[in-house]
């Protein structure tokens, strides 16, 4: 997904996005010169990630 649509999505700025992109706390996908969000990465992160520890 690009930066732009993440960006929405989670109700940031785009500027946000590329510094936790930029920080390596989203995955990325590398498809020439784009860089795009990794969704499924994303969403496996989220859901290995337990609330209650």
């Given at each position: 997904?690009?930066?732009s649509?993440?960006?929405q999505h989670v109700?940031?700025?785009?500027?946000t996005v590329t510094g936790w992109i930029n920080?390596?706390?989203l995955?990325?996908?590398e498809i020439g010169k784009y860089?795009?969000?990794n969704l499924a990465l994303v969403?496996?992160?989220a859901l290995e990630q337990s609330f209650y520890e």
């Open positions: 997904m690009s930066r649509k993440f960006a109700g940031v700025t785009e500027d920080k390596g706390y995955p990325v996908v860089r795009l969000v969403t496996k992160n």
